[in-house]
Protein backbone atom coordinates (compact mmCIF):
# COMPACT_ATOMS: atom_id res chain seq x y z
CA UNK A 1 0.00 0.00 0.00
CA UNK A 2 1.13 3.73 -0.80
CA UNK A 3 1.29 5.90 2.29
CA UNK A 4 -2.01 7.58 3.09
CA UNK A 5 -0.74 11.07 1.65
CA UNK A 6 1.11 9.72 -0.74
CA UNK A 7 2.34 13.23 -3.18
CA UNK A 8 0.31 12.19 -6.70
CA UNK A 9 1.45 14.28 -9.35
CA UNK A 10 3.16 15.37 -12.47
CA UNK A 11 5.77 17.48 -13.28
CA UNK A 12 7.55 20.25 -15.94
CA UNK A 13 10.42 22.62 -16.56
CA UNK A 14 10.65 26.44 -17.25
CA UNK A 15 12.56 26.11 -20.33
CA UNK A 16 10.28 23.36 -22.23
CA UNK A 17 6.90 24.57 -21.14
CA UNK A 18 6.88 28.33 -20.12
CA UNK A 19 7.72 30.23 -23.36
CA UNK A 20 7.84 34.15 -23.12
CA UNK A 21 11.32 34.10 -23.17
CA UNK A 22 11.90 37.69 -23.88
CA UNK A 23 9.44 39.46 -22.02
CA UNK A 24 8.90 40.79 -18.62
CA UNK A 25 12.46 41.30 -18.42
CA UNK A 26 13.22 37.36 -18.36
CA UNK A 27 17.08 37.13 -19.79
CA UNK A 28 17.90 34.45 -22.28
CA UNK A 29 19.31 31.15 -21.63
CA UNK A 30 21.26 28.59 -23.81
CA UNK A 31 18.58 26.75 -24.48
CA UNK A 32 17.15 29.69 -26.28
CA UNK A 33 19.64 29.50 -28.88
CA UNK A 34 18.76 25.55 -29.43
CA UNK A 35 17.29 24.54 -32.40
CA UNK A 36 14.43 21.73 -33.15
CA UNK A 37 16.16 18.46 -33.70
CA UNK A 38 15.12 14.64 -34.16
CA UNK A 39 16.20 11.33 -33.22
CA UNK A 40 18.55 11.54 -36.25
CA UNK A 41 19.25 15.09 -35.98
CA UNK A 42 20.57 16.84 -32.74
CA UNK A 43 19.50 20.14 -31.88
CA UNK A 44 22.39 22.66 -32.42
CA UNK A 45 23.29 26.42 -31.10
CA UNK A 46 23.33 28.89 -33.17
CA UNK A 47 25.67 31.29 -33.18
CA UNK A 48 27.09 34.56 -35.25
CA UNK A 49 30.99 34.46 -35.75
CA UNK A 50 33.56 36.72 -35.29
CA UNK A 51 32.71 38.51 -38.93
CA UNK A 52 28.75 38.09 -37.84
CA UNK A 53 28.66 35.27 -39.92
CA UNK A 54 26.05 32.95 -38.93
CA UNK A 55 26.32 29.44 -37.89
CA UNK A 56 25.32 26.71 -35.66
CA UNK A 57 27.58 24.68 -32.72
CA UNK A 58 26.95 21.37 -31.48
CA UNK A 59 25.56 20.98 -28.43
CA UNK A 60 27.64 18.74 -26.81
CA UNK A 61 29.32 18.94 -23.84
CA UNK A 62 33.02 20.04 -24.72
CA UNK A 63 32.07 22.04 -27.68
CA UNK A 64 33.32 25.68 -27.24
CA UNK A 65 32.21 28.88 -28.64
CA UNK A 66 34.76 29.69 -31.54
CA UNK A 67 37.24 32.83 -30.55
CA UNK A 68 35.12 36.12 -30.57
CA UNK A 69 32.11 34.22 -31.86
CA UNK A 70 28.53 34.83 -30.17
CA UNK A 71 25.03 33.05 -29.58
CA UNK A 72 22.89 34.34 -31.88
CA UNK A 73 18.75 34.49 -32.53
CA UNK A 74 18.68 33.62 -36.62
CA UNK A 75 16.05 34.77 -38.89
CA UNK A 76 13.90 31.61 -40.11
CA UNK A 77 15.23 29.00 -37.60
CA UNK A 78 12.78 27.81 -35.24
CA UNK A 79 13.40 27.86 -31.65
CA UNK A 80 11.39 25.68 -29.46
CA UNK A 81 11.58 27.17 -25.95
CA UNK A 82 10.69 30.56 -27.16
CA UNK A 83 6.83 29.45 -27.30
CA UNK A 84 6.84 26.52 -25.39
CA UNK A 85 3.29 25.63 -24.54
CA UNK A 86 3.08 28.67 -23.76
CA UNK A 87 2.50 27.69 -20.10
CA UNK A 88 3.67 31.44 -18.78
CA UNK A 89 0.04 32.54 -19.57
CA UNK A 90 -1.53 29.53 -19.41
CA UNK A 91 -0.93 28.12 -16.19
CA UNK A 92 -4.01 28.86 -14.57
CA UNK A 93 -5.88 26.66 -17.07
CA UNK A 94 -3.21 23.72 -16.81
CA UNK A 95 -3.16 23.89 -13.10
CA UNK A 96 -7.16 23.78 -13.49
CA UNK A 97 -6.39 20.79 -15.42
CA UNK A 98 -3.95 19.16 -12.98
CA UNK A 99 -6.71 19.56 -9.84
CA UNK A 100 -9.45 17.84 -11.65
CA UNK A 101 -7.00 14.81 -12.12
CA UNK A 102 -6.42 15.51 -8.02
CA UNK A 103 -2.93 15.84 -8.48
CA UNK A 104 -1.36 16.55 -4.59
CA UNK A 105 1.79 17.91 -5.80
CA UNK A 106 2.98 19.42 -9.14
CA UNK A 107 6.94 20.01 -9.87
CA UNK A 108 7.90 23.09 -11.98
CA UNK A 109 10.92 24.88 -12.27
CA UNK A 110 11.82 28.14 -12.36
CA UNK A 111 13.89 29.80 -14.90
CA UNK A 112 16.82 31.51 -13.14
CA UNK A 113 17.05 34.33 -15.78
CA UNK A 114 13.35 35.44 -14.77
CA UNK A 115 14.65 35.82 -11.68
CA UNK A 116 18.08 37.50 -12.10
CA UNK A 117 18.25 38.19 -16.38
CA UNK A 118 22.42 38.22 -15.98
CA UNK A 119 22.48 36.35 -13.18
CA UNK A 120 24.48 39.25 -11.54
CA UNK A 121 22.02 41.57 -10.59
CA UNK A 122 21.70 42.75 -7.19
CA UNK A 123 18.26 43.41 -7.09
CA UNK A 124 15.79 40.29 -8.28
CA UNK A 125 13.58 41.57 -11.50
CA UNK A 126 9.74 41.76 -9.74
CA UNK A 127 8.18 40.67 -12.63
CA UNK A 128 9.60 37.23 -12.10
CA UNK A 129 9.47 37.15 -8.93
CA UNK A 130 5.45 37.63 -9.07
CA UNK A 131 5.05 35.85 -11.77
CA UNK A 132 6.11 32.31 -9.94
CA UNK A 133 4.10 33.97 -6.71
CA UNK A 134 1.22 33.87 -8.83
CA UNK A 135 1.69 30.53 -9.82
CA UNK A 136 2.43 29.14 -6.58
CA UNK A 137 -0.80 30.53 -5.05
CA UNK A 138 -2.61 29.11 -8.14
CA UNK A 139 -1.76 25.66 -7.13
CA UNK A 140 -2.44 26.38 -3.55
CA UNK A 141 -6.13 27.01 -4.57
CA UNK A 142 -6.53 23.50 -5.37
CA UNK A 143 -4.55 22.28 -2.33
CA UNK A 144 -1.26 21.34 -4.62
CA UNK A 145 1.91 21.43 -3.37
CA UNK A 146 4.40 23.14 -5.39
CA UNK A 147 7.55 21.30 -5.85
CA UNK A 148 10.16 23.66 -6.84
CA UNK A 149 13.67 22.56 -8.81
CA UNK A 150 15.71 25.79 -8.83
CA UNK A 151 17.82 24.46 -11.47
CA UNK A 152 17.01 22.46 -14.38
CA UNK A 153 19.68 22.60 -17.20
CA UNK A 154 19.84 26.26 -17.40
CA UNK A 155 21.10 29.52 -16.31
CA UNK A 156 21.44 32.81 -17.48
CA UNK A 157 23.30 33.08 -20.61
CA UNK A 158 25.54 36.25 -19.61
CA UNK A 159 27.07 33.46 -16.83
CA UNK A 160 27.40 30.88 -19.59
CA UNK A 161 29.45 33.01 -21.97
CA UNK A 162 31.59 33.67 -18.56
CA UNK A 163 32.18 29.51 -18.47
CA UNK A 164 29.16 29.15 -16.04
CA UNK A 165 30.02 26.20 -13.39
CA UNK A 166 33.87 26.50 -14.77
CA UNK A 167 33.94 29.38 -12.51
CA UNK A 168 34.04 29.12 -8.68
CA UNK A 169 32.24 32.56 -8.72
CA UNK A 170 29.12 31.20 -10.26
CA UNK A 171 28.14 29.13 -6.99
CA UNK A 172 27.80 33.17 -5.10
CA UNK A 173 25.47 33.68 -7.96
CA UNK A 174 23.64 31.27 -7.18
CA UNK A 175 23.39 31.38 -3.93
CA UNK A 176 21.84 34.70 -4.04
CA UNK A 177 19.37 33.42 -6.47
CA UNK A 178 18.57 30.38 -4.27
CA UNK A 179 18.31 32.87 -0.79
CA UNK A 180 16.18 35.02 -3.19
CA UNK A 181 14.16 32.29 -3.94
CA UNK A 182 13.30 30.89 -0.28
CA UNK A 183 12.75 34.21 1.07
CA UNK A 184 10.21 35.57 -1.44
CA UNK A 185 8.63 31.87 -1.55
CA UNK A 186 8.59 31.40 2.03
CA UNK A 187 5.10 29.98 2.54
CA UNK A 188 4.55 29.25 -0.14
CA UNK A 189 7.22 26.36 -1.14
CA UNK A 190 7.59 23.64 1.07
CA UNK A 191 9.24 21.21 -1.18
CA UNK A 192 12.71 21.72 -3.44
CA UNK A 193 14.67 19.80 -5.64
CA UNK A 194 18.36 21.70 -6.18
CA UNK A 195 19.87 20.56 -9.75
CA UNK A 196 17.91 18.60 -12.19
CA UNK A 197 20.03 15.50 -12.55
CA UNK A 198 22.68 16.77 -11.22
CA UNK A 199 24.56 13.39 -11.92
CA UNK A 200 24.72 14.09 -16.03
CA UNK A 201 27.51 16.24 -15.67
CA UNK A 202 29.44 13.13 -15.79
CA UNK A 203 27.08 11.11 -16.80
CA UNK A 204 26.74 12.82 -20.71
CA UNK A 205 30.33 12.17 -21.09
CA UNK A 206 30.37 8.62 -21.52
CA UNK A 207 27.38 8.56 -23.71
CA UNK A 208 28.87 9.43 -26.78
CA UNK A 209 31.47 6.64 -26.73
CA UNK A 210 35.56 7.89 -26.32
CA UNK A 211 35.06 11.40 -27.74
CA UNK A 212 35.69 12.40 -23.80
CA UNK A 213 39.19 13.51 -22.89
CA UNK A 214 41.42 14.26 -20.04
CA UNK A 215 40.54 18.09 -20.26
CA UNK A 216 36.53 17.67 -20.65
CA UNK A 217 36.70 15.18 -17.48
CA UNK A 218 38.47 17.83 -15.54
CA UNK A 219 35.89 20.52 -16.73
CA UNK A 220 32.86 17.96 -16.26
CA UNK A 221 34.39 16.79 -12.47
CA UNK A 222 34.91 20.39 -11.22
CA UNK A 223 31.90 22.02 -12.87
CA UNK A 224 30.11 19.31 -10.37
CA UNK A 225 32.16 19.80 -7.80
CA UNK A 226 31.20 23.53 -7.84
CA UNK A 227 27.32 22.36 -8.44
CA UNK A 228 27.21 20.30 -5.10
CA UNK A 229 28.44 22.67 -3.07
CA UNK A 230 26.10 24.86 -4.45
CA UNK A 231 23.98 22.64 -3.39
CA UNK A 232 24.79 22.14 -0.09
CA UNK A 233 24.42 25.68 0.36
CA UNK A 234 20.93 26.03 -0.78
CA UNK A 235 20.09 23.30 1.62
CA UNK A 236 21.53 25.42 4.41
CA UNK A 237 19.87 28.34 3.28
CA UNK A 238 16.78 26.84 2.69
CA UNK A 239 16.60 25.42 6.25
CA UNK A 240 17.86 28.45 7.92
CA UNK A 241 15.09 30.43 5.94
CA UNK A 242 12.57 28.15 7.01
CA UNK A 243 12.83 24.94 9.32
CA UNK A 244 9.77 23.70 6.94
CA UNK A 245 11.59 23.11 3.71
CA UNK A 246 12.17 20.17 2.57
CA UNK A 247 14.96 19.56 0.09
CA UNK A 248 15.69 17.14 -2.16
CA UNK A 249 19.12 16.16 -4.44
CA UNK A 250 17.62 15.00 -7.84
CA UNK A 251 19.50 12.13 -10.00
CA UNK A 252 19.02 10.62 -13.59
CA UNK A 253 18.06 7.36 -12.34
CA UNK A 254 19.53 4.44 -14.85
CA UNK A 255 20.19 1.19 -12.85
CA UNK A 256 22.98 -0.74 -15.02
CA UNK A 257 23.09 -4.26 -15.63
CA UNK A 258 26.68 -6.43 -16.33
CA UNK A 259 26.27 -7.83 -20.36
CA UNK A 260 26.79 -11.14 -18.94
CA UNK A 261 28.57 -13.00 -16.14
CA UNK A 262 31.90 -12.74 -16.91
CA UNK A 263 33.69 -10.99 -13.90
CA UNK A 264 34.49 -7.88 -15.71
CA UNK A 265 31.44 -7.14 -16.91
CA UNK A 266 30.27 -7.49 -13.35
CA UNK A 267 32.65 -5.14 -11.81
CA UNK A 268 32.47 -2.63 -14.56
CA UNK A 269 28.89 -2.61 -13.79
CA UNK A 270 29.64 -1.52 -10.28
CA UNK A 271 32.11 1.09 -11.41
CA UNK A 272 29.49 2.37 -13.93
CA UNK A 273 26.55 2.69 -10.47
CA UNK A 274 29.89 4.48 -8.76
CA UNK A 275 30.30 6.92 -11.27
CA UNK A 276 26.97 7.47 -12.68
CA UNK A 277 24.61 7.11 -9.32
CA UNK A 278 26.62 6.77 -6.19
CA UNK A 279 29.05 9.21 -6.89
CA UNK A 280 26.69 12.31 -6.25
CA UNK A 281 23.98 10.41 -4.40
CA UNK A 282 26.70 10.04 -1.91
CA UNK A 283 27.92 13.44 -1.36
CA UNK A 284 24.36 14.77 -1.78
CA UNK A 285 23.02 11.86 0.48
CA UNK A 286 26.14 11.49 3.09
CA UNK A 287 28.08 14.78 3.25
CA UNK A 288 31.22 13.44 1.57
CA UNK A 289 32.81 12.22 -1.02
CA UNK A 290 32.99 8.70 -1.26
CA UNK A 291 35.99 6.60 -1.19
CA UNK A 292 36.07 5.29 -4.62
CA UNK A 293 36.11 9.26 -5.61
CA UNK A 294 40.15 8.52 -6.20
CA UNK A 295 40.30 5.83 -8.75
CA UNK A 296 37.56 7.95 -10.95
CA UNK A 297 39.70 11.31 -10.84
CA UNK A 298 42.99 9.22 -11.58
CA UNK A 299 41.34 7.09 -14.36
CA UNK A 300 41.42 10.64 -15.98
CA UNK A 301 44.24 12.44 -14.13
CA UNK A 302 41.81 14.70 -13.14
CA UNK A 303 42.69 17.40 -10.03
CA UNK A 304 40.06 19.12 -8.64
CA UNK A 305 39.58 22.46 -7.07
CA UNK A 306 38.15 21.46 -3.76
CA UNK A 307 38.62 23.88 -0.15
CA UNK A 308 38.56 22.72 3.46
CA UNK A 309 35.53 24.96 3.48
CA UNK A 310 34.18 23.30 0.65
CA UNK A 311 34.32 19.95 2.59
CA UNK A 312 32.65 21.19 5.48
CA UNK A 313 29.75 23.19 3.20
CA UNK A 314 29.11 19.14 1.57
CA UNK A 315 29.00 17.72 5.04
CA UNK A 316 26.33 19.96 6.63
CA UNK A 317 24.22 20.69 3.66
CA UNK A 318 22.75 17.00 3.17
CA UNK A 319 19.26 16.81 1.68
CA UNK A 320 16.20 15.77 2.81
CA UNK A 321 14.77 13.79 0.34
CA UNK A 322 16.68 11.69 -2.52
CA UNK A 323 14.37 12.03 -5.62
CA UNK A 324 15.60 10.90 -9.57
CA UNK A 325 14.15 9.97 -12.79
CA UNK A 326 12.99 6.75 -14.27
CA UNK A 327 12.80 6.19 -17.84
CA UNK A 328 14.97 3.11 -18.90
CA UNK A 329 17.63 0.61 -17.67
CA UNK A 330 21.25 0.27 -19.43
CA UNK A 331 23.72 -2.57 -20.18
CA UNK A 332 27.13 -2.50 -19.48
CA UNK A 333 29.79 -4.48 -21.25
CA UNK A 334 33.47 -5.07 -21.69
CA UNK A 335 32.90 -7.22 -24.65
CA UNK A 336 31.82 -5.69 -28.56
CA UNK A 337 28.65 -4.38 -28.44
CA UNK A 338 27.11 -4.77 -31.86
CA UNK A 339 23.70 -3.10 -31.14
CA UNK A 340 24.27 -0.40 -29.59
CA UNK A 341 21.18 1.30 -28.34
CA UNK A 342 20.96 4.83 -26.14
CA UNK A 343 18.48 6.76 -24.71
CA UNK A 344 18.61 9.13 -21.63
CA UNK A 345 21.82 10.20 -20.99
CA UNK A 346 22.86 5.94 -21.28
CA UNK A 347 24.00 4.27 -24.04
CA UNK A 348 24.93 0.31 -24.08
CA UNK A 349 24.39 -2.90 -25.34
CA UNK A 350 20.45 -3.90 -26.10
CA UNK A 351 19.28 -6.09 -23.56
CA UNK A 352 16.82 -8.72 -25.47
CA UNK A 353 14.61 -8.94 -23.01
CA UNK A 354 13.28 -5.29 -23.33
CA UNK A 355 11.28 -3.65 -25.75
CA UNK A 356 12.33 0.01 -27.03
CA UNK A 357 10.49 3.05 -27.38
CA UNK A 358 10.01 4.57 -30.76
CA UNK A 359 13.07 6.95 -29.15
CA UNK A 360 15.00 3.48 -28.55
CA UNK A 361 14.86 4.21 -24.87
CA UNK A 362 14.04 0.37 -23.08
CA UNK A 363 11.18 -0.36 -21.27
CA UNK A 364 11.87 -1.36 -18.05
CA UNK A 365 9.57 -1.47 -15.18
CA UNK A 366 11.38 -4.04 -12.90
CA UNK A 367 14.32 -1.80 -13.69
CA UNK A 368 12.41 0.78 -11.22
CA UNK A 369 11.76 -1.54 -8.84
CA UNK A 370 15.65 -2.29 -8.34
CA UNK A 371 16.79 0.94 -8.66
CA UNK A 372 14.34 2.32 -5.71
CA UNK A 373 15.91 -1.13 -3.76
CA UNK A 374 19.24 -0.24 -4.16
CA UNK A 375 18.92 3.48 -3.06
CA UNK A 376 16.55 3.09 -0.26
CA UNK A 377 19.18 0.33 1.37
CA UNK A 378 22.36 2.94 0.69
CA UNK A 379 20.55 6.30 2.36
CA UNK A 380 17.47 5.19 4.13
CA UNK A 381 16.43 9.20 2.90
CA UNK A 382 12.47 9.26 1.62
CA UNK A 383 12.27 9.12 -1.57
CA UNK A 384 10.50 11.23 -4.40
CA UNK A 385 10.40 9.34 -8.06
CA UNK A 386 10.56 13.30 -10.14
CA UNK A 387 9.90 12.05 -13.38
CA UNK A 388 8.77 8.77 -15.19
CA UNK A 389 6.74 8.27 -18.23
CA UNK A 390 6.86 7.34 -21.94
CA UNK A 391 7.44 9.68 -24.80
CA UNK A 392 5.59 8.55 -27.47
CA UNK A 393 3.65 9.84 -30.83
CA UNK A 394 -0.08 10.21 -29.93
CA UNK A 395 -2.80 10.87 -33.02
CA UNK A 396 -5.66 12.76 -32.78
CA UNK A 397 -9.21 10.15 -33.61
CA UNK A 398 -11.68 11.40 -36.12
CA UNK A 399 -13.31 12.66 -32.71
CA UNK A 400 -10.39 14.62 -31.30
CA UNK A 401 -10.24 11.97 -28.48
CA UNK A 402 -6.37 10.63 -27.91
CA UNK A 403 -6.90 6.80 -27.18
CA UNK A 404 -2.77 6.33 -25.44
CA UNK A 405 -3.30 2.74 -24.24
CA UNK A 406 0.59 2.40 -24.40
CA UNK A 407 1.44 5.26 -22.01
CA UNK A 408 -1.68 3.94 -19.84
CA UNK A 409 0.35 0.41 -19.72
CA UNK A 410 3.21 1.87 -19.25
CA UNK A 411 2.88 3.99 -16.07
CA UNK A 412 0.70 0.95 -15.18
CA UNK A 413 3.69 -1.13 -15.14
CA UNK A 414 5.82 1.12 -13.39
CA UNK A 415 3.34 2.16 -11.16
CA UNK A 416 3.02 -1.69 -9.95
CA UNK A 417 6.81 -2.25 -9.61
CA UNK A 418 6.84 1.09 -7.48
CA UNK A 419 4.41 -1.04 -5.14
CA UNK A 420 6.31 -4.05 -4.88
CA UNK A 421 9.15 -1.80 -3.68
CA UNK A 422 7.11 -0.06 -1.21
CA UNK A 423 5.76 -3.30 0.08
CA UNK A 424 9.48 -4.30 0.35
CA UNK A 425 9.81 -1.43 2.59
CA UNK A 426 11.16 1.20 0.40
CA UNK A 427 10.65 4.82 1.60
CA UNK A 428 8.52 6.50 -0.85
CA UNK A 429 6.94 9.20 -0.39
CA UNK A 430 5.72 10.63 -4.03
CA UNK A 431 5.53 10.45 -7.75
CA UNK A 432 5.76 12.84 -10.30
CA UNK A 433 4.79 11.63 -13.46
CA UNK A 434 7.29 13.49 -16.76
CA UNK A 435 5.37 15.68 -19.23
CA UNK A 436 2.04 15.77 -17.35
CA UNK A 437 0.76 17.95 -19.94
CA UNK A 438 2.67 17.55 -23.57
CA UNK A 439 5.83 19.85 -23.50
CA UNK A 440 9.45 20.05 -26.04
CA UNK A 441 11.41 17.50 -25.52
CA UNK A 442 14.81 18.02 -24.27
CA UNK A 443 17.08 16.06 -26.21
CA UNK A 444 15.19 16.27 -29.70
CA UNK A 445 13.05 19.73 -29.25
CA UNK A 446 10.19 17.90 -31.01
CA UNK A 447 6.74 18.45 -29.42
CA UNK A 448 5.91 14.88 -31.03
CA UNK A 449 7.45 12.86 -28.58
CA UNK A 450 4.51 13.58 -25.96
CA UNK A 451 4.10 12.10 -22.39
CA UNK A 452 1.47 14.28 -21.31
CA UNK A 453 -1.99 13.07 -20.16
CA UNK A 454 -3.19 16.36 -21.46
CA UNK A 455 -2.33 17.13 -25.54
CA UNK A 456 -1.11 19.98 -26.66
CA UNK A 457 -2.09 21.14 -29.81
CA UNK A 458 1.54 21.89 -31.62
CA UNK A 459 3.82 20.05 -34.21
CA UNK A 460 7.08 19.92 -34.40
CA UNK A 461 7.29 22.58 -36.64
CA UNK A 462 5.55 25.12 -34.09
CA UNK A 463 2.15 25.41 -35.52
CA UNK A 464 -1.04 24.43 -33.99
CA UNK A 465 -3.54 26.46 -31.88
CA UNK A 466 -2.03 25.57 -28.39
CA UNK A 467 -5.46 24.06 -27.27
CA UNK A 468 -5.45 21.53 -24.56
CA UNK A 469 -7.26 18.17 -24.94
CA UNK A 470 -7.51 15.40 -22.18
CA UNK A 471 -5.87 11.89 -23.51
CA UNK A 472 -7.57 9.06 -22.43
CA UNK A 473 -4.68 8.39 -19.93
CA UNK A 474 -6.10 12.04 -18.39
CA UNK A 475 -8.80 9.81 -17.20
CA UNK A 476 -6.89 6.52 -15.84
CA UNK A 477 -4.42 9.04 -13.72
CA UNK A 478 -7.11 10.86 -12.01
CA UNK A 479 -8.83 7.04 -11.39
CA UNK A 480 -5.60 6.13 -10.00
CA UNK A 481 -5.11 9.01 -7.50
CA UNK A 482 -8.32 8.71 -6.26
CA UNK A 483 -7.77 5.69 -5.10
CA UNK A 484 -4.19 5.88 -4.09
CA UNK A 485 -2.62 3.55 -6.64
CA UNK A 486 -4.72 1.06 -6.35
CA UNK A 487 -6.17 0.90 -9.59
CA UNK A 488 -3.93 -0.24 -11.89
C1 LIG B 1 15.09 14.19 -18.22
C2 LIG B 1 15.06 15.70 -18.12
O1 LIG B 1 16.38 13.77 -18.35
O2 LIG B 1 14.45 13.62 -19.31
C3 LIG B 1 13.82 16.34 -18.72
O3 LIG B 1 15.18 16.09 -16.78
C4 LIG B 1 13.50 15.67 -20.03
O4 LIG B 1 14.01 17.72 -18.83
C5 LIG B 1 13.24 14.19 -19.76
O5 LIG B 1 12.42 16.24 -20.71
C6 LIG B 1 12.76 13.42 -20.94
O6 LIG B 1 13.62 13.61 -22.01
P1 LIG B 1 13.11 14.06 -23.45
O7 LIG B 1 14.34 14.26 -24.19
O8 LIG B 1 12.27 12.97 -23.94
O9 LIG B 1 12.36 15.33 -23.21
Redo the contacts with the bound molecule.
Sequence with gaps: MFKHNFLWGGAI?AN?SEGAWNIDGRGPILLDYRTAGSKESPRMLTIVDKDGNPGMISTRRGTVLPEGAQYAILDDVYYPSHEGIDFYHRYKEDIKLFAEMGFKIFRMSICWSRIFPTGIENEPNKEGIEYYKNVFKELHKYNIEPLVTLV??EMPVYLEERGGWENRSTIKYFDHYAKTCFTEYKGLVKYWVTF??INNEVGMLEMFGNTANHETYQMAYQRLHYQLVASSHAVKMGHETDSKNIIGGMI?GIPHYPGSNDPDDILLCRHTWEKAIFYCGDVLCKGEYPVFSNRLWNEHDVNLDITNQDLDDLREGTIDLYTF?Y?MSNVVTTHEVKDVVSG??AAGARNHFLKYSE?GWAYDPKGLRYYLEVINDRYHKPIMIT?NGL?AVDELDDDDAINDEYRIEYLSDHISEMHCAVENGVNLIGYTA??CIDIV????GQMS?RYGFIYVDKNDQGEGTLKRIKKKSFYWYKKLIETNGEIL
Excluded at 441 to 444: F, K, N
Design positions: AQHSNECSYNFWEGWGSMSTK
